[in-house]
């Protein structure tokens, strides 16, 4: 059975902290991503990383960055934690998109994260 | 840059009856995919659909279809005798050249 697990569930933590999400994905996936969800907004990109080392800029990288050292686990870095990144922290991997190809994206469970 | 846009925020329906939940996208990439992901109120992401821009013939998946039209950039989720259980947020999403965008989501409501 396909996995992508989190690290938690549920985050609380105060302004100016460093903050690690952590996604760890058993598939042998190439492509990796991180959104945020939020009511209204739907899912926005913030980063996404197509092979180890890589990373890519999505929609609202500001305020965050992205480490992939290995090709299953890929982390959301928040590096100094404000209120305003208060939301689901969704993660989520799929095969590498050829041309028109079907595949699909797997979801870790997600994130609350809560900044005081 | 790509860009989905649901344009309609709640939906409700009948029970057994059909509804269509809008989607439209922007992209320059000639080939992509658009695929729709149900979340019901535990969170958990589900894939429904999927359809490759260069199918010739729109996909369907049990009770769900998926309406495509290339020249007018939309790519409606049908879904035939809802049930109560259909009841959730539907996200439409398009997948480019590398990454997948997702629009703002629709809240369906499906009334007994």
């Known amino acids: 059975d396909v996995k992508v697990t989190q690290s938690s569930r549920y985050l609380v933590k105060r302004t100016g902290e460093k903050v690690f999400l952590e996604c760890v994905q058993d598939?042998?996936?190439?492509?990796m991503f991180w959104y945020r969800q939020d009511p209204g907004l739907g899912l926005r990109l913030i980063y996404f990383?197509?092979?180890?080392?890589?990373?890519e800029k999505g929609d609202i990288p500001e305020g965050y960055s992205v480490s992939r050292e290995k090709k299953e686990r890929f982390s959301l870095i928040l590096e100094s934690a404000s209120t305003n990144q208060t939301s689901m922290y969704l993660c989520?991997?799929?095969?590498?998109?050829?041309?028109?190809?079907?595949?699909?994206?797997?979801f870790g469970p997600g994130t609350r994260l809560t900044v005081l | 840059a790509q860009k989905i846009t649901q344009t309609q925020p709640g939906m409700f329906v009948q029970e057994k009856e059909a509804v269509t939940l809008d989607c439209t996208y922007d992209?320059?990439?000639?080939?992509?995919?658009l695929f729709w992901y149900k979340q019901p109120s535990s969170g958990e992401m589900i894939f429904l659909i999927y359809?490759?821009?260069?199918?010739?013939q729109n996909a369907t998946e049990g009770r769900y279809s998926l309406n495509f039209q290339k020249a007018r950039k939309s790519a409606n989720l049908v879904i035939s005798a809802s049930q109560l259980g259909d009841s959730a947020m539907y996200f439409c999403?398009?997948?480019?050249?590398?990454?997948?965008?997702f629009g703002a989501g629709t809240r369906l409501t499906v009334k007994p």
């Open positions: 989520a991997s799929s095969l590498e998109f050829l041309g028109s190809s079907y595949n699909e994206q797997f």
């Open positions: 598939m042998d996936h190439e492509n």
């Open positions: 990383s197509y092979d180890v080392k890589m990373k």
């Open positions: 992209t320059s990439d000639p080939s992509y995919g």
């Open positions: 359809q490759g821009s260069y199918d010739q």
């Open positions: 999403a398009m997948r480019g050249t590398l990454d997948m965008r």
